[in-house]
């Protein structure tokens, strides 16, 4: 079967740095998505990983490593609107994506 | 209109009515998405469209039709709505199907009673 695991909830300060990992066993790879989701809202587009390696966003950063089925989210200079779930979503064979159940963070001042 | 919207916001519905939901989009993308959210839970896919007058079965498509009768609109109707149905659903859309970013509505809050 397919299945992406993250952690269910972290918690770190603001300023800090947090990294959000998440591992992936998928039919097929054809790009990795991070999402930002606030509570009640819709998820919002933060990074696309395709090939291995360091993608770097202003605050955020995203790395993908293939062949282990390995990314993770890194957040900067945290503040508190980082807090939020941050959903990783690989794109599977079928060009679908499969999804995992999401990260809670928590800042706390 | 900019970008996707959903109606209604909520919804309370009773068991076994019928119940559309709708999907609107401006943006000219080719491929619609319908997901459920449930705690727990990753986002499913329902049903999706990679362009108008085709749809697709997604990963929990039971008791859920689609229609894609043009590039703007994707509804997707619960025939007869069952407690489990209850979630928060949410459409997207992107440009295409290949390498392309999903952009996600507001959602729907559905209970059913």
């Known amino acids: 079967g397919q299945n992406i695991d993250q952690p269910t909830e972290m918690t770190a300060t603001e300023g800090a740095i947090v990294q959000i990992n998440c591992t992936y066993q998928t039919s097929g790879f054809n790009g990795l998505f991070w999402y930002q989701q606030h509570a009640g809202e819709a998820p919002t587009f933060l990074s696309y990983n395709v090939l291995d390696g360091l993608e770097e966003k202003g605050r955020f950063s995203s790395f993908l490593s293939r062949s282990k089925g390995y990314s993770y989210l890194l957040l900067k200079e945290l503040q508190m609107k980082d807090s939020a779930s941050y959903l990783c979503?690989?794109?599977?064979?079928?060009?679908?994506?499969?999804w995992g159940a999401g990260t809670k963070l928590i800042i706390k001042p | 209109i900019a970008g996707i919207t959903q109606a209604p916001t909520s919804q309370i519905l009773a068991a076994g009515r019928r119940m559309t939901l709708r999907c609107t989009q401006d943006?000219?993308?080719?491929?619609m998405y319908w997901y459920r959210q449930d705690l727990g839970l990753g986002l499913r896919l329902i049903h999706y469209?990679?362009?108008?007058?085709?749809?697709g079965k997604g990963e929990v498509p039971d008791g859920y039709s689609v229609s894609r009768a043009n590039t703007d609109d994707f509804p997707l109707t619960l025939a007869s709505a069952v407690p489990s149905q209850t979630s928060v659903y949410f459409c997207?859309?992107?440009?295409?199907?290949?390498?392309?970013?999903?952009?996600f509505g507001p959602g729907t809050r559905l209970t059913v009673l």
């Open positions: 979503a690989v794109r599977d064979s079928n060009y679908q994506l499969i």
């Open positions: 997207a859309s992107s440009p295409g199907l290949v390498s392309d970013t999903q952009y």
């Open positions: 943006m000219r993308h080719n491929a």
């Open positions: 469209s990679n362009t108008a007058g085709t749809t």
